[in-house]
């Protein structure tokens, strides 16, 4: 349990998707929790039922890029999950502002927590990071190559981290994720694909397929991810070391979007099909060994994970209607 270890966290992107989540297990493991998020992409509403339930969660808005903003959430924070980051979604259109999220944040949080003396960071990243595949399955140690400004910032970020590690013997760990999905992804266009098929399925819409539908991707339930967290923060063998989380099932952006048409019974639905996304990746082989060899088990499969996603989905966009 996190609590024997640490007694304070703080978690950038709070009210995020996966952010809340972790919010969620350190509070339910007995931590003092701080949320940071700028509500850009975070929502109040994803903290709401938490803050009834458990009185050692603070919530604040404020922005990664914000040294001095964040400096006075510091005191007394001993674990940090760094989740806040710009959308790879969002990347073509501002470019310069992912640089400044996704790097010069991460920067910031590095400085922070070497000053106050925290005693660890976990920094989520991106499987983006890889680029095109060299070879498959690709484990941590495949090349770094990314063909997007978003995997250019992150890898950033990494950099710093690493960076930091070393020269201030900070006990950090990088976490490369692949395609997590569950409740809270953001359905809008910006958000995850999973939600995004289930929105417009829901609201009698055909899935919009970039591309032929063929490229693949390693789908990873968001509470494996939280419980891959949870681990790396309880252990000092992670000190300076990145992980692949991702889930190892390949599904098809096709496959996905009979699936999703098939649960919610919308199987008339014709696919719309539009030209592939600049810098998208079409196959995706991803080695968890490492992660595995720590330990850990994924307990989710695709199904369970898809039910649970689209049935937390359906109330959603019921309520907003």
Same mark, same amino acid.
């Given at each position: 349990?996190?609590?024997?270890?640490?007694?304070?966290?703080?978690?950038?992107?709070?009210?995020?998707?996966?952010?809340?989540?972790?919010?969620?297990?350190?509070?339910?493991?007995?931590?003092?929790?701080?949320?940071?998020?700028?509500?850009?992409?975070?929502?109040?509403?994803?903290?709401?039922?938490?803050?009834?339930?458990?009185?050692?969660?603070?919530? #604040?808005?404020?922005?990664?890029?914000?040294?001095?903003?964040?400096?006075?959430?510091?005191?007394?924070?001993?674990?940090?999950?760094?989740?806040?980051?710009?959308?790879?979604?969002?990347?073509?259109?501002?470019?310069?502002?992912?640089?400044?999220?996704?790097?010069?944040?991460?920067?910031?949080?590095?400085?922070?927590?070497?000053?106050?003396?925290?005693?660890?960071?976990?920094?989520?990243?991106?499987?983006?990071?890889?680029?095109?595949?060299?070879?498959?399955?690709?484990?941590?140690?495949?090349?770094?190559?990314?063909?997007?400004?978003?995997?250019?910032?992150?890898?950033?970020?990494?950099? #710093?981290?690493?960076?930091?590690?070393?020269?201030y013997d900070m006990d950090c760990?990088?976490?490369?994720?692949?395609?997590?999905?569950?409740?809270?992804?953001?359905?809008?266009?910006?958000?995850?694909?999973?939600?995004?098929?289930?929105?417009?399925?829901?609201?009698?819409?055909?899935?919009?397929?970039?591309?032929?539908?063929?490229?693949e991707r390693s789908f990873t339930?968001?509470?494996?991810?939280?419980?891959?967290?949870?681990?790396?923060?309880?252990?000092?063998?992670?000190?300076?070391?990145?992980?692949?989380?991702?889930?190892?099932?390949?599904?098809?952006?096709?496959?996905?979007?009979?699936?999703?048409?098939?649960?919610?019974?919308?199987?008339?639905?014709?696919?719309? #099909?539009?030209?592939?996304?600049?810098?998208?990746?079409?196959?995706?082989?991803?080695?968890?060994?490492?992660?595995?060899?720590?330990?850990?088990?994924?307990?989710?499969?695709?199904?369970?994970?898809?039910?649970?996603?689209?049935?937390?989905?359906?109330?959603?966009?019921?309520?907003?209607?």
């Amino acid at each position: 349990m996190l609590r024997e270890k640490y007694k304070k966290a703080l978690v950038t992107g709070g009210a995020g998707f996966i952010g809340s989540h972790i919010v969620e297990e350190c509070l339910r493991q007995g931590l003092e929790v701080v949320s940071i998020d700028n509500y850009f992409a975070g929502k109040k509403e994803n903290l709401k039922l938490l803050h009834e339930q458990y009185p050692k969660l603070e919530e #604040y808005n404020c922005d990664v890029t914000d040294y001095e903003g964040l400096k006075k959430y510091m005191e007394g924070v001993d674990i940090i999950f760094h989740e806040a980051a710009s959308k790879k979604t969002i990347c073509l259109n501002d470019p310069r502002k992912d640089l400044l999220i996704n790097a010069g944040g991460t920067f910031n949080i590095l400085e922070l927590a070497r000053d106050f003396k925290v005693k660890k960071v976990i920094h989520a990243s991106s499987g983006s990071v890889y680029g095109e595949a060299k070879y498959f399955p690709q484990d941590e140690d495949h090349p770094v190559n990314p063909t997007s400004y978003y995997g250019v910032s992150k890898l950033a970020g990494e950099k #710093y981290v690493r960076a930091f590690c070393d020269l201030y013997d900070m006990d950090c760990t990088i976490l490369r994720y692949f395609h997590v999905y569950g409740p809270r992804q953001e359905s809008s266009d910006v958000g995850g694909v999973v939600s995004i098929f289930g929105r417009r399925v829901l609201n009698g819409q055909a899935p919009k397929i970039y591309g032929d539908g063929s490229q693949e991707r390693s789908f990873t339930y968001v509470k494996d991810v939280v419980g891959i967290n949870m681990m790396v923060a309880e252990t000092e063998k992670t000190r300076g070391e990145a992980y692949n989380c991702a889930s190892g099932i390949s599904v098809t952006i096709e496959e996905l979007a009979t699936l999703v048409k098939k649960y919610l019974n919308r199987e008339d639905l014709k696919n719309i #099909y539009d030209e592939w996304t600049v810098g998208d990746i079409k196959n995706f082989n991803v080695s968890n060994e490492k992660i595995r060899k720590l330990g850990f088990e994924f307990k989710t499969t695709f199904e369970q994970g898809l039910q649970e996603t689209l049935d937390w989905l359906r109330d959603y966009v019921g309520g907003r209607q």
